[in-house]
């Protein structure tokens, strides 16, 4: 099966900093990835999918690139709002794998 | 509006059965595929499985760590997607989750399932 790694682990940033978090893939997904943002407590909210593709509704400054093995989330401007673990997830063909998740939250 | 609501959670010892319930309402229930999901207290999101819209097969994938234990089924007329748990192990506990097509845009609010004797 595909395996599907994140990083960092965790990360703290002050409110207007731009983070960006890795999402690797062991073998090439096309741009079948998508980003999940779960507030502690809350159900996971999907932020974007086929790779680049921001779901309606969300904030602009959240943006996505990649294709192949190689994906990356950037918040182009870190607000308090944000703080969260931030999941990325393959979807071209089961099993759709999450990665580890990514922990923001403000410094 | 979407909604999809989990149901049928609760406490359960090892080695016995549950059955989830997602309704469904707001969208064409038949035309989408039904996926669930789990997240273990503290841990990361896990899939479960997923059944197929009829017009696709209606068939069904299950993760290695559920797959002969859990099955997954769907009534169109009722837009209700099923979730039967057997053979439960304490690693089973979750809140599940329950999401439709692909990629997953709507998900519900989840339901505890505790596995302890």
């Known amino acids: 099966d595909i395996q599907m790694t994140q990083s960092p682990s965790s990360l703290s940033a002050s409110v207007g900093d731009r983070v960006t978090i890795t999402c690797r893939a062991s073998q090439g997904i096309s741009n079948y990835l998508a980003w999940y943002q779960q507030k502690p407590g809350k159900v996971p909210k999907l932020l974007i999918y086929a790779a680049s593709t921001l779901q309606s509704g969300v904030p602009s400054r959240f943006s996505g690139s990649g294709s192949g093995t190689d994906f990356t989330l950037t918040i182009t401007s870190l607000q308090p709002e944000d703080v969260a673990t931030y999941y990325c997830q393959r979807y071209d063909s089961a099993p759709f794998t999450f990665g580890p998740g990514t922990k923001v939250d403000i410094k | 509006e979407v909604q999809l609501v989990e149901s049928g959670g609760g406490l359960v010892q090892p080695g016995r059965s549950l059955r989830l319930s997602c309704t469904a309402s707001?969208?064409?229930?038949?035309?989408?595929?039904m996926t669930w999901f789990r997240q273990a207290p503290g841990k990361g999101l896990e899939w479960v499985g997923f059944?197929?819209?009829?017009?696709?097969?209606?068939?069904?994938e299950y993760a290695a760590s559920v797959k002969g234990r859990f099955t997954i089924s769907r009534d169109d007329s009722k837009s209700i997607a099923s979730l039967q748990m057997n053979s439960l192990k304490t690693e089973d506990t979750a809140v599940y989750y329950c999401?439709?097509?692909?990629?997953?845009?709507?998900w519900g609010q989840g339901t505890l399932v505790t596995v302890s004797s």
């Open positions: 059944i197929r819209s009829k017009g696709n097969g209606g068939t069904t």
């Open positions: 707001g969208f064409t229930f038949g035309d989408y595929a």
């Open positions: 999401s439709r097509g692909r990629p997953f845009d709507y």
